[in-house]
């Protein structure tokens, strides 16, 4: 299958919204944060929306890069369909008066379809073991994957190894380590290219018995170059 990957564009904004609606309840993560996603699809799919044309507005500012990997259409072959996302923290941006590298848009903890509670324990335990773990090993300049996923339709095709393998030429490049909270799933894809489990975020609410542990993966090129480097196909987005 022919898989091209590039810039994230504002006409990609429902696809990448459908990609995480459909892939991520798939991750522990999901379900744990979002436990009435479907009381309320509408409203989820709406504050879903907003956040990650958050995130798109984000990367044209510099913070992050969006990436996107396409394949022809099954229906219509001359159209390319989005069929994996993946978002990343610049090692370049800083901030301001914040110790961590990038950043992600604020959860609203308003929302009908989630529990308040487990969106703020779960931001608080991530960057917890972002400062103790990732910045503390590797410094604020890091290339982070904040997330990345792939429609079901289309697992195992090598859209998500493609986008991760962009990123850590990347890494090479501009030699930083890159870091990342996995799902188990996640931890299949990312351990064969040489990532190795460093830490464990803990989130649970004061008070219930269910949990979360995610495991936090890093590689950096200095430490392990065993992957040789793969260039895919970039097509620049529109200026």
């Known amino acids: 299958m022919s898989i ?4 994230a564009e504002s006409a990609d904004l429902d696809a990448i919204v459908n990609i995480a609606v459909t892939a991520f309840p798939w991750d522990p993560q999901w379900p744990y944060r979002y436990p009435y996603r479907d009381a309320f699809p509408e409203e989820h799919r709406t504050y879903t929306t907003n956040f990650y044309a958050e995130y798109l507005r984000r990367s044209w500012a510099g913070i992050n890069s969006v990436m996107v990997a396409e394949t022809p259409d099954p229906i219509d072959p001359n159209k390319p369909k989005v069929i994996a996302m993946s978002i990343w923290d610049n090692p370049s941006y800083k901030m301001p008066g914040s110790g961590n590298s990038g950043s992600r848009p604020s959860d609203n903890l ?4 989630a529990c308040s509670a487990r ?3 779960y931001s608080e ?3 917890k073991t972002r400062q103790e773990i990732f910045i503390a090993r590797y410094g604020q300049r890091q290339l982070a994957l904040r997330q990345m996923a792939a429609l079901p339709d289309y697992w195992r095709r090598g859209a998500a190894s493609k986008l991760l393998q962009w990123g850590m030429d990347r890494a090479r490049k501009e030699q930083v380590a890159v870091s990342m909270f996995a799902s188990p799933m996640g931890r299949r894809l990312y351990e064969p290219f040489g990532f190795k489990q460093i830490g464990m975020a803990h989130v649970q609410v004061e008070g219930e018995e269910q949990k979360l542990d995610v495991a936090a993966l890093a590689w950096d090129p200095k430490e392990d170059d065993s992957m040789p480097a793969m260039t895919p196909t970039i097509r620049c987005a529109a200026q």
């Open 125 to 127: 335990a991530t960057n």
């Open 119 to 121: 969106l703020k324990a």
């Open 4 to 7: 091209t990957i590039r810039p």
């Open 110 to 113: 308003d929302r009908r379809d």
